[in-house]
């Protein structure tokens, strides 16, 4: 029997090219073509199966993942690979980062390359205590990778394993620093953060894709006259949650291509060992801009070490220069009118503009320690000198203010981004018309959720709350009536991403939408159901008569 494509209705719906799409999403063709060639690939390779995945202890996942890994070089001929784990049983070596410290002085933190294990028997050297984490949380993610756990106890260095291209350690212990900027120390850091941007949006990607091909499927209530119940797609209130979220999928990934633009470019020079048209903080600002433990905490620093800069003349760079014109976004109101005027993408800027800067300039006015210059709605700018005080006296009582300015700034940083990216020529019918859409819901949203932040519209009359209340109906409205353009186009959006059903693992979001007779094929692979008598072994025969019958007895599929 011919299988169904319950989606097909659904993509002829699109209003865009659909392989243009994939291309922009992928960054380059070339890109899209080599991943396209690899999922492919490995979706149809048996040793890549993943059906017993959940079956399976922790430890034969493990074993399961170094046989797929071995598997995977002889298959490619071209790869790069960054280990997150691999400590726990594998890695033979470390690199380290620790302080350096000669003849009593601390020169700051350095890379060493340490080894842990014997090359012979693969033990752990004298000194140095190693072992796997343990078990992640979840049955399958993580599990499958070797993160571990290491300390050492006296544990000598040679010198010829300090990385010394930043600075140099002598024979006789003299410490030399370079004219290479210190910050190339975080540089490796830097890559791995600004990787986690752009996985973040696979990840999210990969949920929303799911959820969106389900929710094409997935009929409930709102028969009439013995016709079909309504798609949960169709329902407003689904449209209100998903469809953000497939926003934010491409935003993150545009936001991770500027984040992965601005790493190479700064790299390249300092490879080039220009260092004349960077600014001073490039690399530190790549390093907050991509964060770690603590990632919120270290950007509301930089912002309040921002703020405290605004009466010192100097201008303002990178991702803060909208800061230099605090003075001007603490006091404006965003000029909305009519619902059209958010359709403007500098409406839309502006607002989260002045969010971040009203978030900011309140957070220092908090903090209480002003001594210094300029005034900013009310609050004086304090000095660097000051600002080490006042953080370490306030910033605990004020962590959660202060987080939420730094999110409002990362908002900022991604929306702006997004914006950027559609002033680039963008090929294909439709595509760019597409990710405008994208862009507006993805904005409107994030203002809709955070309208107590900013200030009432002068366009509109009445009270604050009369004001906030009608300034969240108009940004709702517009938000509505850009979710009901993505409506038609919520399949063939979420088929950008190209995934297979083999990386999607789970039925729910597969290609043609035959969930539930693929679901009760899936059920009929656990082994436990060797045992079972009470319904034949289904096979390739009799599914669809099981599947028929199931429907029969009313299974809350």
């Known amino acids: 029997m011919e299988a169904l494509d319950y989606h097909v209705e659904e993509r002829l719906q699109a209003e865009f090219n659909l392989e243009e799409m994939k291309i922009v999403w992928a960054g380059s063709?070339?890109?899209?073509?080599?991943?396209?060639?690899?999922?492919?690939?490995?979706?149809?390779?048996?040793?890549?199966?993943?059906?017993?995945?959940?079956?399976?202890?922790?430890?034969?996942?493990?074993?399961?993942?170094?046989?797929?890994?071995?598997?995977?070089?002889?298959r490619i001929t071209f790869v790069s690979l960054w280990w997150p784990g691999g400590l726990g049983n594998v890695s033979t070596h470390a690199m380290v980062y620790a302080r350096l410290i000669t003849g009593g002085q601390d020169h700051g933190v350095h890379g060493f390359i340490v080894r842990l294990r014997s090359l012979d028997d693969?033990?752990?050297?004298?000194?140095?205590?190693?072992?796997?984490?343990?078990?992640?949380?979840?049955s399958g993610?993580?599990?499958?990778?070797?993160?571990?756990?290491?300390r050492f106890d006296h544990v000598r260095i040679p010198r010829n394993q300090i990385l010394m291209r930043v600075s140099q350690v002598t024979r006789e212990g003299k410490f030399l620093q370079s004219d290479v900027p210190r910050q190339l120390v975080y540089s490796t850091m830097v890559y791995i953060r600004q990787t986690i941007v752009s996985?973040?949006?696979?990840?999210?990607?990969?949920?929303?894709?799911?959820?969106?091909?389900?929710?094409?499927?997935r009929r409930q209530f709102g028969s009439q006259n013995g016709a079909p119940e309504t798609q949960v797609i169709d329902y407003k209130t689904q449209q209100s949650r998903l469809f953000p979220l497939i926003a934010s999928a491409y935003a993150f990934r545009f936001v991770g291509e500027w984040l992965k633009w601005l790493y190479t470019d700064v790299t390249q020079r300092l490879q080039a060992n220009d260092f004349s048209t960077l600014p001073e903080d490039a690399i530190e600002e790549c390093r907050k801009l991509c964060g770690g433990h603590g990632y919120l905490s270290t950007v509301a620093r930089f912002l309040m070490k921002t703020v405290s800069q605004l009466g010192s003349g100097n201008k303002l760079v990178g991702t803060t220069a909208y800061m230099g014109r605090a003075e001007h976004l603490a006091q404006c109101h965003y000029e909305v009118e009519m619902a059209q005027d958010w359709l403007k993408p500098s409406v839309i800027l502006e607002a989260f503009e002045a969010r971040?800067?009203?978030?900011?300039?309140?957070?220092?006015?908090?903090?209480?320690?002003?001594?210094?210059?300029?005034?900013?709605d009310d609050v004086r700018m304090f000095d660097v000198l000051?600002?080490?005080?006042?953080?370490?006296?306030?910033?605990?009582?004020?962590?959660?203010?202060?987080?939420?300015?730094?999110?409002?700034?990362?908002?900022?940083?991604?929306?702006?981004?997004?914006i950027e990216k559609l002033q680039q020529d963008i090929p294909g019918k439709g595509v760019k018309r597409q990710m405008e859409i994208l862009c507006n819901v993805y904005a409107l949203h994030l203002l809709h959720k955070h309208l107590d932040n900013l200030s009432p519209p002068a366009a509109l009359p009445g009270s604050k709350v009369t004001s906030e209340r009608t300034a969240a109906i108009v940004v709702f409205s517009v938000l509505i009536s850009f979710s009901s353009q993505v409506r038609p186009n919520a399949i063939a959006l979420v088929d950008v991403f190209n995934y297979t059903e083999h990386y999607l693992g789970s039925v729910l979001g597969c290609y043609d939408g035959?969930?539930?007779?693929?679901?009760?094929?899936?059920?009929w692979k656990d082994p436990l159901n060797d045992t079972v008598g009470w319904l034949p072994r289904v096979n390739s025969t009799n599914t669809e008569a099981a599947y028929s019958h199931s429907k029969t007895l009313d299974m809350p599929f």
């Open 29 to 74: 063709r070339r890109t899209y073509e080599i991943s396209d060639r690899m999922a492919r690939l490995v979706a149809i390779d048996p040793v890549f199966r993943k059906d017993n995945k959940t079956m399976l202890s922790r430890k034969d996942l493990f074993e399961d993942t170094l046989r797929k890994a071995a598997h995977a070089w002889k």
């Open 514 to 523: 035959n969930v539930y007779q693929k679901l009760y094929q899936e059920a």
């Open 122 to 138: 693969h033990s752990p050297l004298p000194g140095i205590t190693i072992g796997d984490s343990g078990m992640k949380f979840g």
């Open 386 to 418: 000051a600002l080490s005080l006042c953080l370490s006296a306030g910033f605990a009582d004020l962590s959660v203010d202060l987080l939420e300015a730094a999110i409002a700034h990362c908002q900022l940083i991604v929306v702006s981004k997004f």
């Open 141 to 150: 993610a993580y599990n499958s990778m070797d993160n571990g756990l290491l």
């Open 356 to 376: 971040a800067v009203r978030m900011s300039i309140a957070c220092a006015k908090s903090l209480g320690c002003a001594v210094a210059t300029v005034e900013v």
């Open 199 to 217: 996985d973040a949006s696979c990840t999210l990607a990969r949920a929303v894709c799911i959820a969106t091909r389900y929710s094409s499927v």
